[in-house]
C-alpha cells in the first residue's frame, strides 16, 4: 500500500527534486567526517551556483500520474508468471519485450538511445554545455521470480516521467540528464547480481568470469545475450567499462524492500547506508560421511574449521 502512495506521488517529485536540485547539493558543506560533497566524488570543482534552479524560479511542473501508473501497469505485463506477479529473466522473451517498451517511451521522450553489448540502456537528454559530464540516474526491470511490479520499475519509468515533466514545463538542462537501465539487477539466471553495473564500474574479474559463466540450462551467457541480440564477441566486454568523470551525480529511487517507511507513515526516504552481501565458495578437502552416523574423530577434515563456515 505504501508502494503505491510512494509511486503515485512521491517518485516523479523525488526526480524533479533532485534534478532541480543539484547544484545546490553539489555545493553545499557539512561537518560530518562521512559526507562527501560532489567535489569530492567527482575530483573536480563543482561550482554551478550562477545557474542554481529551484521550482520557485515559478516554472509549473505537471507530472503525468495516471501515464505513469499506466506505464507501470504495462510493463508488468511481460512477465513469465500472471499477474500480480512478475517474472522477468534476463535476456528471455518477456525481458527483450520490456526493453523494447522502455525504448520505446525513451524514444517518445525525446532521449536519445544507446546500449551496449550486454544490453545496458541509456536514454540522454543533451544539456545546453553537452561537454560537462551528465547527471544520471536509473535502475533494473529484471524481476526475480514472483516479485511485484515496482521492483527497479520506479527508477526506471518515474525517471522518464520526471524528465517529461521538465520538458513540458520548459525546463533546459546546462549538464545532460541521462537514465540508465541497468541489464541484470537480480542474480536469478547467472548467479551474479548487478551484473550491468559491475561492468560500467570496469570489472575485470567479472568479464573474465562471464567468458565460463552458464546458467541452469547450461547456456552460456554470451549464447543468451546473442539471443537477445546483444554480445556477439566474447573479447568486446571492456567496451562496457566506463571512462573516469563519466558521470558527474547519480541516484536511484527504488521501492523500500522493508516494513520501516509504511510503518512510520513516511513516504520517501533516503538512504545513508546500505547492505553489502557478499558469497565465498569454500572447498573442503578430506573424507566425508553420513551426515548422522560418521562422528567427527572419524572424519578427515578439521571440525573447528567446519564448524566456523558452518
Ligand atoms: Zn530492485
Not at 189 to 196: A, E, P, Q, V, Y
Not at 220 to 235: I, K, L, P, Q, V
Amino acid at each position: 500500500m505504501s508502494w503505491k502512495f510512494f509511486v503515485s506521488h512521491s517518485l516523479p517529485l523525488f526526480f524533479l527534486f533532485f534534478f532541480y536540485s543539484f547544484p545546490l547539493i553539489s555545493t553545499q558543506h557539512n561537518d560530518d567526517p562521512t559526507f562527501k560533497t560532489m567535489h569530492d566524488f567527482s575530483g573536480y570543482p563543482v561550482d554551478e551556483s550562477s545557474h542554481t534552479f529551484t521550482p520557485s524560479n515559478s516554472i509549473s511542473l505537471s507530472v503525468d500520474i495516471q501515464a505513469l501508473q499506466k506505464q507501470i501497469d504495462e510493463l508488468s505485463t511481460f512477465s513469465d508468471t500472471p499477474a500480480p506477479s512478475v517474472t522477468r529473466i534476463l535476456y528471455t522473451e518477456n525481458d527483450v519485450l520490456a526493453r523494447r517498451y522502455v525504448k520505446n517511451l525513451m524514444g517518445l521522450a525525446g532521449l536519445s538511445v544507446t546500449e551496449d553489448v550486454v544490453g545496458n540502456i541509456f536514454g540522454r537528454w543533451d544539456g545546453y554545455e553537452p561537454e560537462l559530464t551528465a547527471v544520471a540516474t536509473g535502475s533494473h526491470i529484471d524481476a526475480i521470480p514472483y516479485s511485484g511490479k515496482y521492483d527497479g520499475v520506479v527508477g526506471v519509468l518515474g525517471a522518464i516521467e520526471a524528465i517529461n515533466a521538465l520538458k513540458r514545463s520548459g525546463f533546459k538542462p546546462k549538464r545532460s540528464l541521462e537514465i540508465i537501465l541497468f541489464t541484470s539487477e537480480e542474480p536469478t539466471r547467472f548467479g551474479i547480481g548487478c551484473l550491468g553495473s559491475r561492468l560500467l564500474a570496469g570489472s575485470e574479474a567479472l568479464a573474465e568470469a562471464l567468458k565460463t559463466t552458464v546458467d541452469g540450462q547450461n547456456i552460456s551467457f554470451f549464447e543468451a545475450a546473442r539471443s537477445a541480440g546483444y554480445s556477439r564477441d566474447e573479447d568486446d566486454l571492456s567496451s562496457v567499462f566506463l571512462k573516469n568523470d563519466s558521470y558527474s551525480a547519480f541516484v536511484e529511487l527504488h521501492i523500500e524492500q522493508a516494513p520501516i517507511l509504511e510503518e512510520e507513515g513516511i513516504s520517501i526516504g533516503v538512504v545513508t547506508n546500505i547492505a553489502a552481501p557478499a558469497s565465498i565458495k569454500v572447498d573442503f578437502e578430506g573424507n566425508g560421511g553420513h551426515a548422522g552416523g560418521v562422528l567427527m574423530p572419524d572424519r578427515l577434515i578439521l571440525p573447528i574449521v567446519t564448524i566456523f563456515f558452518l
